[in-house]
């Protein structure tokens, strides 16, 4: 009985958790949502570049983080078809990334009578890391060549003028791991180029020592920085969208932990006789459960 | 080994799968593109691992990782050996590049007794490389992050900001602390700070873990909004 208990609770927490979920996408709310002040940072950082300096939109995302990375990327493409700030897409850390990129930059473009090689450029995915970075900031055209459909990049009118680093006038570096120290190392630490980050819910904190040090000018964080973003731009798009979905996460596992506390401190003042029946929540329940439906499939399917 | 009861269940489920996606595209139900069907259904074959380890999450993980493998070895030769090596030797005739091969064919040498010293040349240089760009990074990049974190306490700003700089200080000096291994932590003084140190710790591992649910939270309600909106059009929407 208690292993049924056992197997079965985390499966209706999962269920409890995708019906919440799945809820709020089907049922259209309206989210409200207060604008940080990374968020207003990096869009005030994104107005201030001037007509003759590029915006670089560094894709170093793939499908994995599409949930979070996605909706980012879209918001600062739709903020520079918006005011017409030329931009290129470049990745150099997940190959699929300036791919992503260009698919949401074609689905976007029209609204705004946008059109790839006058408005943006995509430079496509480079090897090299840190010494490609340090080679690029100093030679664009040297480096980059041409663009992801093999164009020159002297053909490209996006491209005029952009020769080194100094004709950048911001680099969005979107990403789920840990990239930007490479462009605070190479490019923010050395030529002062302004940086601006859109990271993962998970990366989040780790660049906060960035935006304290200046070293930074704005952050997006997760998708509830790219919802910050998508109102500051003045479109409800996808994160906008599905943020009453990420609440009803959030309040479904707030009761969840107090409740499993609250069971877990009950069964212990009940006493260790009773102590295993509380145990599901908290204790020795995982792994009984793990031996149970991890381990004794995984020996069968081997067998 | 009994395996006919598990076969047959298995074959009633794709049969009863293949019925209602014929019943679906009859009726416009669900999507008609075969890329949107595929991308359902492997969302579909690794979220079954929720339920227990089974046979048809197995296959899709290592469609996956070859998937991932292939993709990986196509871009080294598309995008760096072709580019960067073969066409400045062969069509430039940049011969000096054919050092380049010599360099990392040396790495390859660590299989044999024989020749593995050229594999430690290779790496000592390597090593050398990284250690110098480790540097220009300490000073670029920590540097400045030293310097922001010494905040003013007393000085003519908002008191809220006061207070904020009070508890960076106190965390900053506190958690240093905790960290302090080459003596023992005897003294009240050292010893409380310590503690006080490691609770914050704690608070900020909270804080990171928050974002990590954060973070995967947002990437569920991707595929959830996929499966139902893009997949099943439901309310037929899309």
Partial sequence: M??????WSRRIIWLLLATATALFIVVRVKAVMYVSKPARSLYQ???????????????NWEAGTRGENGPQTEALVRHCFKRGKRFAIFGWNFPPGPLLAEQIARRVAPEYGRCYGRDWVNWGFKTGQANMIRAWAKNIPGVIKEDMFHTPLARIPAMRGVKTIHDVGLIVDIAPADTLSTYVRF????????????????????????????????????LAGAAEYEKLVGYEGDALKRMPAQSSAHMLMIALIILGNVLYFRARRRGPSTHSAGSGQAGSGPSRAASRDGETPRRRLSA | MNRTPAIARGLIWLVALAAVAALGFRHHLFARDLGVWLAAICTLAIYSILYRENVVFRFFEHIFIGLATGYGFSIIITQVLQPKWWVPVVKEGKWYWVFALL??????????????WMNRLAVGIFMGLVAGLSVVGFVTMLAPQMTASFKPLWASTAPYIRFNNLIFFVTLITVMSYFFFSFEQRHPLVKGSARLGRWLLMVAFGAIFGNTVMGRVSLL???LQFLLLEWLHVFGSR
């Fill in chain 1, 45 to 59: 950082a994104m107005e201030k570049v001037p007509p003759d300096k590029i915006i670089v939109l560094s894709c």
């Fill in chain 2, 103 to 116: 360099m990392g064919t040396m790495f390859y040498t660590v299989y044999s007794k024989r020749w593995s």
């Fill in chain 1, 2 to 7: 208690e292993r049924d208990w056992q197997f």
């Fill in chain 1, 187 to 222: 490019i923010y630490g050395i030529y002062r180029t302004p940086l601006g980050h859109a990271c993962t819910g998970v990366m989040a904190p780790e660049s906060f020592p960035y935006l304290d040090a200046g070293q930074i000018v704005g952050l997006l964080k997760g």
């Fill in chain 2, 221 to 223: 309600i991707d595929r």
